[in-house]
């Protein structure tokens, strides 16, 4: 098989969510750039169309605003999905947040806001669009959920994020019995644990402390567009069909070498 053919995505459909920005866009990009209809989905409406606005110059993207953290929410999304599509190739389970505060302060809304969003949600969409996702796959093709995980669920992580870095753990968990049980379903489940990238979510802690990260990183740098396009592409391509699930880091070293 041709390197054309094995990585090809051109002709699938998926659905990225928080992909107005940070890492969902740039898995959006890849995506759009390389032949696949992509819709994209985050909290703030003008953000997600503006967004899909920008990547249509590239190929196909459609907004459809939604906020995750409802049922409301993810119903909505579910349903409008659903009117516009017969199957999804691709699930990526990018949506998320963070909440940093000490350990005597903590708030239980802390808790509980990035355990819904970071866990719960990724299982309620992926169990919502089955339908979709099971009239996609075959053995030589299976549907693909890709959920974006954090190297902050593989080690303790410096700054106190307890729920963020506790929900990254159990989504890794998840997407094992999730690729476990989707399995005779034609559909695979991995995670990607993302280390430090330009985002939202990271500015702060790049600010406070990229010097220090960079310093500590092996690869020496932080993550770039085309390496998170890279294992994005990898994951919904064939060269990837055989791969169900597995957790890859994706961070220049910087959990693995310690």
């Keep these: 098989m041709k390197i054309e053919e094995l990585f090809s995505v051109a002709g699938k459909v998926a659905l990225v969510t928080g992909g107005s920005r940070g890492i969902g866009a ?7 750039s390389n032949g696949v209809k992509t819709y994209i989905s985050s909290r703030k409406s003008e953000v997600c169309d503006a967004m899909a606005k920008e990547l249509s110059a590239h190929g196909e993207c459609i907004s459809i605003p ?24 691709i699930l990526v389970n990018n949506a998320g947040a963070t909440w940093g505060a000490p350990i005597d302060q903590f708030p239980e809304a802390g808790w509980d806001k990035i355990m819904t969003i970071n866990v719960k949600s990724v299982f309620f969409l992926t169990q919502q669009l089955l339908p979709l996702l099971r009239a996609s796959g ?11 995980a954090s190297v902050d669920g593989m080690h303790a992580p410096g700054m106190e994020t307890y ?14 019995s999730l690729a476990r049980h989707l399995a ?7 995670s990607v644990s993302p280390g430090p990238f330009e985002s939202k979510m990271m500015a702060e802690t790049l600010k406070v402390m990229g010097d220090e990260i960079v310093a500590n990183t092996p ?9 998170m396009a890279g294992v994005a592409i990898y994951l919904a391509s064939r060269a990837g069909a055989y791969l169900t699930g597995t957790n890859i880091p994706i961070d220049g070293g910087l959990v693995t070498c310690l």
């Design 26 to 32: 740039m898995i959006a990009r890849a995506y759009v």
């Design 66 to 89: 939604a906020d995750l953290s409802s049922t409301e929410g993810l119903i909505k999304l579910v349903t409008e999905i659903s009117k516009r599509e017969t199957k999804l190739d």
């Design 138 to 148: 075959s053995d030589e093709n299976p549907a693909r959920v890709i959920n974006i």
């Design 163 to 176: 729920s963020y870095s506790a929900s990254k753990a159990g989504l890794i968990q998840l997407t094992t």
């Design 184 to 190: 005779k379903d034609k559909i695979t489940v991995n």
């Design 219 to 227: 690869r020496g740098r932080i993550g770039t567009p085309p390496d």
